[in-house]
């Protein structure tokens, strides 16, 4: 195999223009030619003048410096912050001493308690990690069975399955360029679609500029105009309606009424909890392969007799 040389000179001086890399501007270079500008950090872009540092805000700065003014009022500082929901109102509240003391009802001990075990529970049966506690198919493999001579079909399905003849692998990440192709010369077509574009000169051609500078230029007099009485009536805030109320709380306070009220019989009735049977003995049928007395008893016909036997092939 021929030997590639990558360190013999291109026959195309435009190739070696277009791998330098990208210089700084010409006015970058000038104003501040040791230092690089790194997005992301604290430091402002342009340098800030003693004149800038000093000077006095204006009536109209001072007015958009202001923060923004919290509409809720007495609602928004009386209401607690909650680390766990970004500042909103919570679901879970302090429990009150009253609560803590109080003794519970017969129905809330009954709902308490654990759920008892079903009649058929053994509590030493063998447990199985893959069967949920209850008989798995995996069995254990007699001595026989491991001993036993395995036949011809057996070994031929073990086989694993090969490769297609004309099956071809995936090709190499790194693609080899041969000699002939870098030692070829640019044609003239080429060399002119490789000239870049020059969009000064044409009416489609906007100069972006700076990213801190505005979009258009603000001038001096817009800066120094006061606003009219109708623009100062739309820059107003959207004031809350009259009949605007706060979101409710989320604990809602009892009335005397309700707590001493009795409940019908057709709330007795409906409160009952429901006796479902359980979900093992719903997913499971013990019975599902008992064969019944009469089924052992009973006798063939002659065509069951007939389709029973074997096919002799």
Aim: proline share 8%.
């Amino acid at each position: 195999m021929a030997t590639v040389d990558y360190n013999r000179p291109c026959p195309s001086s435009r190739i070696p223009e277009l791998a330098r890399p990208t210089e700084y501007k010409e006015a970058r270079k000038a104003t501040r030619p040791w230092r690089k500008l790194v997005w992301g950090n604290q430091e402002s872009i342009w340098t800030v003048t003693r004149a800038a540092k000093t000077a006095k805000p204006t009536d109209r700065m001072l007015y958009l410096a202001k923060p923004k003014k919290n509409h809720h009022g007495e609602l928004a500082q009386n209401r607690g912050n909650f680390l766990h929901s970004c500042g909103q109102r919570s679901s879970i509240w302090k429990i009150p001493l009253s609560a803590l003391n109080c003794e519970p009802s017969e129905r809330l001990e009954k709902l308490a308690k654990p759920k008892s075990f079903s009649k058929g529970y053994q509590e030493n049966r063998p447990a199985f990690d893959l069967g949920c506690g209850r008989g798995s198919n995996i069995w254990h493999v007699s001595p026989a069975a491991l001993s036993y001579e395995t036949s011809p079909r057996v070994l031929h399905l073990a086989r694993p399955k090969t490769c297609h003849l004309e099956f071809k692998y995936d090709k190499q990440v790194e693609t080899y360029i041969s000699l002939g192709t870098r030692m070829a010369s640019i044609t003239p077509r080429l060399e002119c679609l490789s000239i870049p574009k020059i969009k000064e000169d044409s009416h489609l051609f906007f100069d972006r500029g700076q990213p801190e500078q505005p979009i258009r230029p603000v001038s001096k007099p817009a800066r120094k105009a006061l606003a009219t009485s109708r623009i100062q009536q739309l820059a107003k805030q959207k004031e809350i309606p009259s009949s605007y109320l706060p979101e409710r709380d989320v604990m809602w306070a009892i009335t005397s009424g309700a707590g001493n009220s009795s409940a019908s019989s057709r709330t007795e009735e409906l409160a009952k909890p429901i006796m479902r049977q359980p979900m093992d003995m719903l997913q499971y049928d013990t019975e599902a392969f008992k064969v019944r007395e009469a089924a052992k008893k009973s006798m063939c016909t002659q065509r069951i007799k007939q389709l029973a036997e074997p096919i002799q092939r």
